[in-house]
């Protein structure tokens, strides 16, 4: 790219000749071929910052995933059973701002969280 042989470049500047690739087609002649450069990816979702209409929402699932997947395990690990697999096997849990003995108090509005499978996601 800069050999520094120019006087006017910068150095990390791109000049419109590096923009080209010297190609050999049939080995007995040059030509300059464009460099393909990749596209930029789409950016998924938005960004919610404090003030967003989903901030809260945005808050109150980050505090019920960390709360249900960040609990300790019991101290001797035991063998599931399949009925610790069954969807009707939930447990619903309130969080009110202040936080309970189960729960930390936040910043956002109280809520409550539905845990299914508590036993297989510790």
């Known amino acids: ?10 150095p990390g500047r791109v000049s419109d000749s590096d923009l080209y ?7 007995t002649r040059n ?5 393909r450069l990749p596209r930029p990816g789409k950016r998924q979702g938005y960004t919610i910052s ?3 209409k989903n ?12 709360h249900s997947v960040g609990r300790p395990a019991p101290a001797a690990s035991f063998d599931l059973k399949a009925s610790a697999f069954d969807p009707k096997e939930k447990v619903w ?5 202040e936080g309970t003995k ?11 969280w539905k845990d299914y499978c508590p036993l297989v996601f510790r």
């Not at 901030?55 to 505090?63: A, G, I, K, R």
């Open 31 to 35: 030509t300059l071929e464009p460099i």
């Open 93 to 97: 849990r309130k969080f009110p701002p």
């Open 50 to 52: 404090k003030g967003h």
């Open 55 to 66: 901030y809260d929402l945005m808050l109150n699932l980050q505090l019920g995933i960390r």
């Open 21 to 27: 690739v010297n190609y050999q087609n049939d080995h």
């Open 1 to 10: 790219m800069w050999d520094g042989d120019d006087k006017n470049a910068l």
């Open 102 to 112: 189960h729960t930390p108090p936040h910043q956002s509005c109280e809520f409550k």
